[in-house]
């Protein structure tokens, strides 16, 4: 169970979906997925670079269903007193989830996309002064800062780092691009928390 970055002190989790399109007539349960093609979903959750929990659906459920289920595997799979750093698309940006791994005192960032959830960061984010923005990267191409945000029903404020960047491949934006990602503590700083972010990706 390996992975680069449990060396830095945390055990990387990945819960993720993934979209399987079908051809043709011979796929018992296949349904429509989001982009109207036929086909499953394959839910899975890592520990590290193993495998340890799917399910498999139609294609007509959403991105996260059966979430809890794969969150309580990896839960009980965890040494006793680990803290595991839950990686998560947006698909999981959903209170269910985040109280599940508050409740189990587990570390968790979260990508936030849909454009209905980032209008009232992206507000946020564009009335913060310059001097809340810190430089991310060597070039300065991005900078990134802390913003505070109750979602609509959610139980308390949540905290959310906002990466913007002015300029892509050299050549300055018209208007900045943000990103939004919401995290479950402040003490690693903007750098690390958008460094490990990204390792979902991996």
Same mark, same amino acid.
């Given at each position: 169970m390996e992975h680069e970055l449990s060396h830095r002190g945390w055990l990387p989790i990945f819960v993720d979906g993934t979209a399987i399109e079908v051809y043709g007539k011979n796929f018992e349960g296949a349904e429509r997925l989001y982009n109207g093609e036929q086909g499953f979903w394959l839910h899975g959750?890592?520990?590290g670079n193993l495998w340890v929990k799917e399910r498999f659906y139609p294609g007509n459920v959403h991105p996260s269903e059966g979430y809890e289920a794969l969150i309580q595997t990896v839960l009980k799979l965890l040494p006793e007193?680990?803290?595991g750093y839950f990686l998560m698309d947006s698909a999981y940006y959903k209170k269910g989830v985040v109280k599940l791994l508050k409740e189990a005192g587990q570390d968790y960032s979260i990508s936030?996309?849909?454009?209905? #959830?980032?209008?009232?960061l992206y507000?946020?984010?564009q009335s913060?002064?310059?001097e809340a923005?810190?430089?991310i990267t060597d070039d300065g191409t991005e900078e990134a800062a802390f913003i505070? #945000?109750?979602p609509t029903g959610w139980p308390e404020e949540e905290t959310y780092v906002v990466v913007r960047r002015k300029s892509d491949g050299g050549q300055r934006r018209l208007f900045p691009s943000y990103l939004f990602i919401l995290v479950s503590r402040e003490d690693l700083g903007l750098r690390e928390l958008v460094k490990r972010h990204r390792q979902k990706q991996g």
């Open positions: 959750a890592f520990i007193g680990t803290r936030v996309t849909h454009g209905v #959830h980032k209008k009232p507000e946020l984010a913060l002064p310059e923005w810190e430089k505070y #945000h109750q």
